[in-house]
């Protein structure tokens, strides 16, 4: 990998990061409980359906402490996407480009040789 892919690479799992922190602190900005994008009040149940099934119920302690978990889940995945995207941008700042292999001299063609003058290899000789 070259320096530049270590940088290309580090640019965008920061991108990464980024979203992760804009997600945590979206979810984090919520006051109280929400269930299906409505804020829910102490006393509430919210029902969960997957794919028109039943799947359970949870009350308003326990959305609030499930969307609490999931910020700070948020949150340390966004840390620690930052580390390795800052690793990679630093490696390849401070990485020395790579030396381009050398190629093999290329040699001299042979030396040209004056040729001979054929010679006269027929049997036939002419008349004069």
Do not use: W
């Not at 040699?107 to 000789?125: D, E, G, L, M, V």
Request: charged share 15%; proline share 8%; glycine share 8%.
């Amino acid at each position: 990998m070259s320096a530049k892919d270590n940088i290309g690479i580090g640019i965008i799992v920061l991108i990464i990061a980024l979203f992760f922190f804009f997600m945590a602190s979206y979810s984090a900005s919520q006051q109280g409980a929400v269930c299906d994008n409505h804020a829910m009040q102490p006393g509430d149940i919210c029902q969960h359906f997957v794919n028109g099934h039943y799947e359970g119920d949870t009350t308003y302690d326990q959305q609030l402490q499930a969307q609490h978990s999931d910020t700070t889940k948020s949150v340390g995945i966004g840390i620690v996407l930052s580390i390795v995207g800052i690793g990679f941008f630093l490696y390849g700042l401070l990485s020395k480009p790579s030396k381009p292999t050398p190629k093999p001299p290329v040699s001299a063609p042979p030396p040209i040789r004056a040729n001979k003058r054929p010679q006269n290899t027929s049997t036939t000789q002419s008349k004069r």
